[in-house]
Every structure is written in C-alpha cells, then in structure tokens.
Nanobody, 120 residues
Framework: QVRLLESGGGLVQAGGSLRLSCVASGITFSIYTMAWFRQAPGKQRELVASFDTDDATYYIKSVKGRFTISRDNTKSMVSLQMNNLKPEDTAVYYC??????????????WGQGTQVTVSS
C-alpha cells in the first residue's frame, strides 16, 4: 500500500518560516523524483520544487532563494524548508512522487495536502 504522509502545515506571519515533511511508504523511494506542488484559491496547481534521483533540484522563480527542498533516502522523506514566507505563498501544498524508471513517467502518487497560510 502506497502512502505519502505530510506534516508541518500551519499559520505563520509574513517573514516567518515553516518546514513541511513528507514520508513515503510502499515504494522504492530512491528511484522516485519527489516534488512539492501547491494550489492557491482561484489558481491552477503549480510545481513549487522538485528533487530528482540524480540530485538535481528545481524551484519556481517566486520561491528561489527562500525555499529549500531536501530528501533523506534512508528515511524515505522529502522536506521543504520555507523561509521568509509571503502572503502569496498561501496555498494547499501537496507532496508527489514520480517513478523515474517508468516508460511513461508521471507523478503517480500524491499526499493528502497540507494548508499553509501566511498572514500579513
């Protein structure tokens, strides 16, 4: 049974920090690219950050320099450290996993989502 269990969401003031964590079970974690998506009210879901199996990372421009994605394969965990949070970061954040060895790769598994709210 595949599960992605998220934690760390909450309410913080602008300029504050928050750390999201996601623990995966039921998959061979080391062969999966892990990513964080978010969806704000009235907006489409967007990829925030990803950590590939070759250790390459990606960030959308709006969070670059403020957010850091990391992973620990021994714990099957991916985290998102969010610093200097802005009200524009308010969204539901989702953990997702993509099998990089699949013939037709896609984000196959998703967490339940965790709410991040940043007040002014």
């Amino acid at each position: 049974q595949v599960r992605l269990l998220e934690s760390g969401g909450g309410l913080v003031q602008a300029g504050g920090s928050l750390r999201l964590s996601c623990v995966a079970s039921g998959i061979t974690f080391s062969i999966y690219t892990m990513a964080w998506f978010r969806q704000a009210p009235g907006k489409q879901r967007e990829l925030v950050a990803s950590f590939d199996t070759d250790d390459a990372t990606y960030y959308i421009k709006s969070v670059k320099g403020r957010f850091t994605i990391s992973r620990d394969n021994t714990k099957s965990m991916v985290s998102l450290q969010m610093n200097n949070l802005k009200p524009e970061d308010t969204a539901v954040y989702y953990c997702a996993a993509r099998n990089d060895l699949a013939l037709f790769t896609q984000y196959d598994y998703w967490g339940q989502g965790t709410q991040v709210t940043v007040s002014s």
